[in-house]
Each structure stands twice: as structure tokens, then as C-alpha cells.
């Protein structure tokens, strides 16, 4: 098994996962930080990032180490060849969902045989890749062995250490995080727990196996979205009801064991695709996991139910539907964040369009490039003071908008959505 002093490090997929841990481990190991996008790792090569989630300081101090020692430090390829000197590959690249939402494991399986075909005797290849209970040894060895021709936990080992970014927050950051770690044997635990908490300062949790570390992962957000989607179906009955979700929500937090979960819409990468990875193996297996199915349910409807409130409030106030001007306000699908995967916005506004409106989506944090690749909309570039909009929709808390003149709009005509309940209220017409 490696020692720590011989540990030099490959990182497969430079995102919001893999950019601050190879970051990290580029102060202490010799580090290549690799992703097949040779436009990021040219972004990187200058300094800068895109997701706004690099310690960039940091980045420039792993990378001048390199510079001036060539022993330990940070550098950045997109070139296969540059792989062959590691010994430790750790895979942070996406495991998305297709259109049918089942798990789509592609990009993993794509970086994993690329590993196969560079892997030695003795290298040690650790996921972070949100993946199912099983999906390491059953999926992603066979794949490495096939490529490499060696033979799992007696030519190279294994672990699993589930990601944990939260894009944003840089308060619970990767360095003071708890870890989970995990590896295909004892001797590999110990290596895979030991070489993280070289880096962590909120140290780690050894799950028992990788099967156990997987579902732990998938759990964390079905978890959350199931408490979520309970709050959306909440926000469902009280706007029958007539009465405002979040006043009820307030009103029962005074109970001491009460969590007070928020509706909302539920995008990202995780917490909207996590939950089919754990259905899709439960299914495998011949179990049907309900609640967690009706938890995606039920949060896959938010979007159209927004949209049907705010078209339903624009006929009440007399406002002609067709050709009618809608803003929206935030496509990111948090707060203060550019990170716009999975972004149900973008449903909100399709419903819209489909209905005859005419929507501007203004974000201050959004790419607009990511936004015209992925979703094939136009950001427009600042909210021109002068148009007339029959609506808003207040999707994204930024906290530029803390600061937008609702009344302006309001004192218009404009009917006002307000999806994370920040704007005033005597200024809005709905509110989850």
C-alpha cells in the first residue's frame, strides 16, 4: 500500500468538487489537475474561475509551489499522457441524470476507463462522484480492471469518499467539513482516511465500506428534498386554503422539535438528481421506494404550479395573457451563486412562453454563455427602467435584489410572485 510521502495525486474533473480539492492536496503533494475541457484548464492555466468557488490565492500558491520546486504542487492538464506519474486518482466528474431519470453514469464510466488505461500496480483510484450502493465495485472495477488488466485489491485498490460542496457557502467549505471515507480494504481505509485528514481540518468518518459511504451520500439529499417536497406540498394546500405557508411555518417552528424546512424550487446538482440514483438501485433490487419518488413528484410540479399562480393572478387583474411582459428575476438555482444546473426556472419560463408571454430572465450571477448552452435562453443584460412588465418573478434570493424598487413595479400594475418570500409583503400578490 502507498505512504503518504510517495503519494502523488491525479484529479479527474476540475467543477466545483474537484477544483478545491485539488487546490488543497496541491500545497502538501504533487498534484495534475485534469478535465477533458481544455478551455477550463486554459481558464485555470490564468488564474481564474468561472464558479466563483476556488480559493484562487490558494490556487496561486499550489501552482507557484510547482513552479518553484517541481516536487509538490499544482498543475493543470487536459492530456491523458500527464496522468501516467500519479499514483492516486480521485474522480469528481458529473453523474447526471438522462430524461428519463435514470442515472447516467457516461461521464463516470468515460474518466474511469481513461484511468484503466494509465493505471499501475500498487495505484489507488478513489470516487467522489455521487453514485448507488454497489456502483464502485460493480460498475466502475470491472471497467478499470478491462483497461489495465489488473486485478482489484491485490494489482490496485479502491475507495469512496462521498463530495460534499455546497456552491456559495463559504462557511461549511471543503477544509472544515467532516469527511466520509472509505476503501475496498482495510489497509485501503487507512490510506484513503489518512490522506484526507492531511488536508481537513473537520477531520472524517470512516463508514465500514464504500457500499455504506455511497448511501450515505444519496441519503444526505433525498433526505432533504423529501423534507422539502412535504413543505411544497404544504405551500399547495395553504394557497387553497387562503392563507401564507410561511406564517404557518413560523407559527409551528415555536414547537421546539419542529425543522423548519422551506418550499421552494428544488434544482442543483444534487439534491434534485441524488434521490433516482438510490430509486434507481432500490428498483434493481425489486423494491418500489415511494416516498422518495413522491418527494420528486411533488417537487417537479412547483415550477408549473408558479407559473399557473402568476398567469391565474395576471387574468384577476385584467391583464391581457398574450404577447404580455413577464420578468423574471434569477436563473441559478441558489442564491449568490453562478451555479445554474438543474435549474427549474427555466421551467417557469417555458410555461410562460408556452402561454403567449414575453419573458426576461435578469441574473446578475448567471453565465450568460452557460445559460445560452444549456437552457438555449438570453439573459438580458441589465433591467431596462423604462419597459413595462405585467409580472414578476422573484425566483432567486441574490441579494442584489434585496435592493429592487418591487413598489416601482407594483405601483405599475405589475403582478408580483415572490418564490423565496424576501420581498416585502405588502408588495406581493403570491408567495410560496
Given at each position: 500500500?502507498?505512504?503518504?510521502?510517495?503519494?502523488?495525486?491525479?484529479?479527474?474533473?476540475?467543477?466545483?468538487?474537484?477544483?478545491?480539492?485539488?487546490?488543497?492536496?496541491?500545497?502538501?503533494?504533487?498534484?495534475?489537475?485534469?478535465?477533458?475541457?481544455?478551455?477550463?484548464?486554459?481558464?485555470?492555466?490564468?488564474?481564474?474561475?468561472?464558479?466563483?468557488?476556488?480559493?484562487?490565492?490558494?490556487?496561486?500558491?499550489?501552482?507557484?509551489?510547482?513552479?518553484?520546486?517541481?516536487?509538490?504542487?499544482?498543475?493543470?492538464?487536459?492530456?491523458?499522457?500527464?496522468?501516467?506519474?500519479?499514483?492516486?486518482?480521485?474522480?469528481?466528474?458529473?453523474?447526471?441524470?438522462?430524461?428519463?431519470?435514470?442515472?447516467?453514469?457516461?461521464?463516470?464510466?468515460?474518466?474511469?476507463?481513461?484511468?484503466?488505461?494509465?493505471?499501475?500496480?500498487?495505484?489507488?483510484?478513489?470516487?467522489?462522484?455521487?453514485?448507488?450502493?454497489?456502483?464502485?465495485?460493480?460498475?466502475?472495477?470491472?471497467?478499470?480492471?478491462?483497461?489495465?488488466?489488473?486485478?482489484?485489491?491485490?494489482?490496485?485498490?479502491?475507495?469512496?469518499?462521498?463530495?460534499?460542496?455546497?456552491?456559495?457557502?463559504?462557511?461549511?467549505?471543503?477544509?472544515?467539513?467532516?469527511?466520509?471515507?472509505?476503501?475496498?480494504?482495510?489497509?485501503?481505509?487507512?490510506?484513503?482516511?489518512?490522506?484526507?485528514?492531511?488536508?481537513?481540518?473537520?477531520?472524517?468518518?470512516?463508514?465500514?465500506?464504500m457500499k455504506v459511504a455511497e448511501c450515505a451520500k444519496a441519503i444526505e439529499n433525498a433526505q432533504r428534498d423529501v423534507n422539502i417536497s412535504f413543505m411544497n406540498e404544504l405551500a399547495l394546500i395553504c394557497d387553497r386554503v387562503g392563507i401564507d405557508t410561511n406564517d404557518v411555518i413560523e407559527a409551528a417552528g415555536s414547537k421546539w422539535n419542529f425543522r423548519k424546512y422551506r418550499p421552494g424550487l428544488v434544482g442543483g446538482h444534487c439534491i434534485s438528481v441524488d434521490p433516482y440514483y438510490l430509486a434507481h438501485k432500490a428498483k434493481a433490487l425489486g423494491y418500489n421506494p415511494e416516498v422518495i419518488l413522491s418527494g420528486r413528484r411533488v417537487n417537479n410540479s412547483i415550477a408549473k404550479f408558479i407559473a399557473d399562480k402568476t398567469l391565474k393572478l395576471m387574468i384577476r387583474n385584467n391583464t391581457k395573457i398574450m404577447d404580455s411582459n413577464v420578468l423574471v428575476l434569477g436563473i441559478t438555482f441558489k442564491e449568490n451563486c453562478p451555479?445554474?444546473?438543474?435549474?427549474?426556472?427555466?421551467?417557469?419560463?417555458?410555461?410562460?412562453?408556452?402561454?403567449?408571454?414575453?419573458?426576461?430572465?435578469?441574473?446578475?450571477?448567471?453565465?450568460?454563455?452557460?445559460?445560452?448552452?444549456?437552457?438555449?435562453?438570453?439573459?438580458?443584460?441589465?433591467?431596462?427602467?423604462?419597459?413595462?412588465?405585467?409580472?414578476?418573478?422573484?425566483?432567486?434570493?441574490?441579494?442584489?435584489?434585496?435592493?429592487?424598487?418591487?413598489?416601482?413595479?407594483?405601483?405599475?400594475?405589475?403582478?408580483?410572485?415572490?418564490?423565496?418570500?424576501?420581498?416585502?409583503?405588502?408588495?406581493?400578490?403570491?408567495?410560496?
Open positions: 500500500m502507498l505512504s503518504l510521502s510517495d503519494t502523488s495525486i491525479a484529479v479527474i474533473g476540475l467543477g466545483y468538487v474537484g477544483l478545491p480539492l485539488a487546490i488543497e492536496y496541491g500545497k502538501k503533494y504533487r498534484v495534475i489537475g485534469f478535465d477533458i475541457n481544455r478551455e477550463r484548464v486554459a481558464e485555470l492555466n490564468s488564474g481564474h474561475d468561472k464558479t466563483l468557488e476556488a480559493d484562487l490565492d490558494g490556487m496561486k500558491q499550489a501552482t507557484d509551489l510547482w513552479e518553484n520546486t517541481h516536487q509538490i504542487g499544482l498543475t493543470f492538464s487536459s492530456i491523458e499522457a500527464d496522468l501516467r506519474p500519479s499514483n492516486v486518482y480521485i474522480v469528481t466528474v458529473p453523474t447526471p441524470i438522462d430524461r428519463f431519470n435514470n442515472p447516467d453514469l457516461t461521464p463516470l464510466l468515460k474518466a474511469t476507463a481513461m484511468i484503466g488505461r494509465v493505471l499501475k500496480r500498487g495505484d489507488v483510484v478513489i470516487y467522489e462522484s455521487t453514485v448507488y450502493p454497489g456502483c464502485t465495485e460493480e460498475d466502475c472495477v470491472p471497467v478499470l480492471e478491462k483497461e489495465s488488466g489488473l486485478k482489484f485489491n491485490e494489482d490496485f485498490f479502491c475507495g469512496y469518499s462521498p463530495e460534499r460542496i455546497n456552491p456559495g457557502d463559504k462557511e461549511r467549505t471543503l477544509l472544515n467539513i467532516t469527511k466520509i471515507t472509505s476503501g475496498s480494504t482495510p489497509e485501503a481505509a487507512d490510506f484513503v482516511d489518512a490522506l484526507y485528514n492531511s488536508i481537513l481540518q473537520g477531520g472524517t468518518h470512516r463508514a465500514p465500506n451555479d445554474c444546473r438543474n435549474t427549474k426556472v427555466v421551467d417557469i419560463c417555458d410555461e410562460l412562453n408556452d402561454f403567449g408571454c414575453h419573458v426576461d430572465i435578469y441574473d446578475p450571477w448567471a453565465d450568460p454563455e452557460v445559460v445560452r448552452h444549456e437552457f438555449h435562453r438570453e439573459l438580458i443584460p441589465a433591467i431596462d427602467p423604462d419597459k413595462h412588465y405585467d409580472a414578476i418573478v422573484a425566483c432567486v434570493a441574490h441579494r442584489q435584489f434585496y435592493d429592487f424598487d418591487f413598489k416601482k413595479y407594483k405601483q405599475q400594475g405589475a403582478v408580483i410572485f415572490d418564490v423565496k418570500a424576501f420581498v416585502e409583503r405588502e408588495l406581493v400578490d403570491a408567495r410560496l
